[in-house]
């Protein structure tokens, strides 16, 4: 410990925070899978599907031109979930939810419903989401590249040291807007799935227990997207120390 200096020292406790986040996030996880799973095999009392269910909402919500698909093979290799794509106007879920009558089929079912809604209606939070989607599609590439440009100018102008860091900090700007993006995104599903209980109770499509049963799923997917962005934050900060620390050490 005596011989670490100080940038070594925030490289070692962030990297534990790092640890412990991570540990966290699997948890979340872990309790997650066996929630949707158990809530999943909980029949609603009414008997309707998720997709008789977004069907009909969606129709009552004048967006008869938005469909339901059962979520591919490619979509899933993409790492995509249950979810509303903006590009195709589609409602996509896994094949155990599709056709389900259960209390998390329906009730992810009316979430994405509530996206579409969002969609629609122009809401400015889900605008900006989705076009922040877009440009962070290249923030990795930004970021480092950015960083790369600033040595090269560094190794011509015989190392000042300013352009490295002048590139570094571009490329956290960069990054930030991953940051913004998985702010937004929280707010957005929080507000869909706000939408969808609103819905589901003013419907008579959930009883009372069934409602707290879909918060408590909906209240896990919340809790798992607050823990990536922290974690996020974090190893930007690790990154960025361990920059440091190289910069020192030459």
Known sequence: MENLNGIDFAIMIVSGIIALGLVAAVIVQIVLIFKYREFNKKPLANGLTSQQTARALLDANELQNVQIKKLGFFRRILLFGNH????????????NILNSSSVTAVGIATQKVCLAVQHKNKDK????????????????????????????????????????????????????????????????????????????????????????????LLKLYIISDIIILVLSILKLILNILKIFARSKRR
């Open 125 to 216: 939070s889900f605008t900006f989401r989705y076009v922040l989607q877009i440009l962070t599609l290249f923030t990795p590439l930004l970021f480092y590249g950015s960083i790369v440009v600033g040595l090269i100018i560094d190794i011509v102008t015989q190392f000042s040291g300013i352009p490295t860091f002048v590139g570094l900090f571009v490329g956290i700007g960069f990054y930030l807007l991953t940051f913004i993006l998985q702010i937004f995104n929280i707010k957005v599903e929080k507000k869909a799935n706000e939408q969808a209980i609103a819905i589901l109770i003013s419907a008579n499509i959930f009883n009372e227990q069934e409602v707290e049963t879909l918060k408590k």
């Open 84 to 95: 509303y794509s903006v590009m195709k106007k589609t409602i996509y879920l896994r094949k």
